[in-house]
């Protein structure tokens, strides 16, 4: 076949050049762009390792100070308890010192006491008496004691345990604040 119209060919052969120039820059842009964004993560990456490094390092030297921190607050924690322990000691203290007061006030002759048991505010008071007017009688002084109210008697009898025949008792009573 003749060609007649040779101004064709050359133009079709110059639109092929073109849309290869074009494929060829469009694959180098892409390329380009494609090299210019790892290079960037990879920028981004070693910025990123470059601060964990330092915050590593941060931490690692804040470590002992966070661990003697805590120990300090663990210490003040225990060292709270035991204020409020000696706190309660000594409440108690003065309690107990008020309550021995008051019980050698209201003890009669006669009563010995064997046994003394607090638990809270109820007292629970054992004891021997030569007689019943003994136990009548301290039973009377728990009654107008200040400290002491409510007094019950739990048990009385001879107690033939230590031979001497004389009446043991149980009183429980509960404590004012």
């Known amino acids: 076949m003749i060609n007649l119209l040779p101004w064709r060919t050359k133009e079709r052969h110059q639109q092929r050049q073109r849309e290869r120039l074009t494929l060829i820059v469009s694959v180098a842009a892409i390329l380009l762009l494609i090299i210019s964004w790892r290079l960037l993560l990879a920028y981004q990456v070693r910025q990123q390792r470059g601060c964990n490094s330092q915050l590593t390092q941060q931490i690692a030297n804040a470590k002992p100070k966070y661990l003697q921190a805590t120990k300090l607050a663990d210490f003040q924690k225990e060292h709270q308890k035991q204020l409020v322990r000696l706190k309660e000691m000594r409440s108690d203290s003065k309690h107990i010192t008020r309550l021995f007061h008051e019980l050698s006030a209201v003890v009669p002759g006669g009563v010995q006491l064997t046994g003394l048991e607090k638990i809270g505010q109820q007292v629970t008071l054992t004891g021997n008496a030569e007689s019943h007017v003994g136990v009548v009688?301290?039973?009377e002084n728990l009654s107008q004691s200040k400290l002491f109210f409510h007094p019950m008697l739990q048990n009385v009898g001879v107690n033939k345990s230590n031979k001497t025949n004389?009446?043991?008792?149980?009183i429980k009573c509960l404590l004012t604040s």
């Open 166 to 170: 004389k009446n043991g008792f149980v």
């Open 137 to 139: 009688e301290l039973m």
